[in-house]
């Protein structure tokens, strides 16, 4: 998975709790994305990062945010969980902006 | 495995037939394109990307197809083996943007 990790890989929280998800990468990219999975939907984009403490919002980022303090971690959190939010989570790195996007294993949520 | 493709259309070839997978792409201006495989319970992994100068590329027993014209795209897998059994999607991109599209995904299987 590219020198991509995140964690935890599964993870079963309750409604309202706040989340927070990690992604390291090793590949000293610049950019960051985090997206959710979810049946009949393509990859949507949650937010992104362009560089460290540069972060930017995408299509579905309501009730998450996002922070980068060093270039390898992304954190994306969940304030305050919803079911809604019940979903695999996929952080992607790539070196440029319009350039490939490398995968990790991804993080299976489940909100009850 | 993830259950992100309950009910995606479903190609079935014979292993060692060639495989056709296709995609609808949706943005006339979108001028990168990459192919995706995704294996239950795993990160998406690039196949291979094309960008709109091309028509044509290739790689180890993949081919990309891109027809402006019609907005579709298209991977062939030559001589297609049980370890190609897989989720397939596309994703289309408009340089200079972070925003990529993602497809819902073709499923692939490998009939022995």
């Known amino acids: 998975d590219a020198g991509i990790t995140q964690s935890p890989r599964h993870k079963v929280t309750e409604t309202g709790t706040p989340v927070t998800l990690r992604c390291h990468q090793t590949?000293?990219?610049?950019?960051m994305y985090w997206y959710r999975q979810d049946p009949g939907h393509g990859l949507r984009l949650i937010h992104y990062?362009?560089?460290?403490?540069?972060?930017d919002k995408g299509e579905v980022s309501d009730g998450y945010s996002v922070s980068r303090s060093k270039t390898e971690d992304f954190l994306l959190t969940l304030e305050s969980a919803t079911s809604s939010q019940t979903s695999v989570y996929f952080c992607a790195i790539s070196a440029r902006d319009w350039d490939e996007q490398y995968f990790g294993p991804g993080t299976r949520l489940t909100v009850t | 495995g993830e259950s992100v493709g309950l009910h995606l259309p479903t190609l079935s070839v014979q292993e060692g037939d060639n495989s056709i997978i296709n995609c609808a792409y949706s943005?006339?201006?979108?001028?990168?394109f990459i192919w995706y495989k995704q294996e239950s319970g795993k990160g998406p992994q690039f196949i291979i990307d094309?960008?709109?100068?091309?028509d044509k590329r290739q790689g180890q027993r993949v081919t990309v197809l891109l027809n402006k014209t019609v907005k579709h795209l298209s991977l062939q897998i030559a001589a297609t083996q049980p370890g190609d059994s897989a989720v397939y999607f596309c994703a289309e991109n408009f340089s200079g943007t972070y925003k990529y599209i993602f497809g819902t995904g073709t499923r692939l299987k490998v009939l022995a």
């Open positions: 094309i960008r709109s100068n091309m």
């Open positions: 990062s362009y560089g460290v403490k540069d972060t």
């Open positions: 590949e000293n990219h610049r950019y």
């Open positions: 943005n006339s201006a979108s001028d990168y």
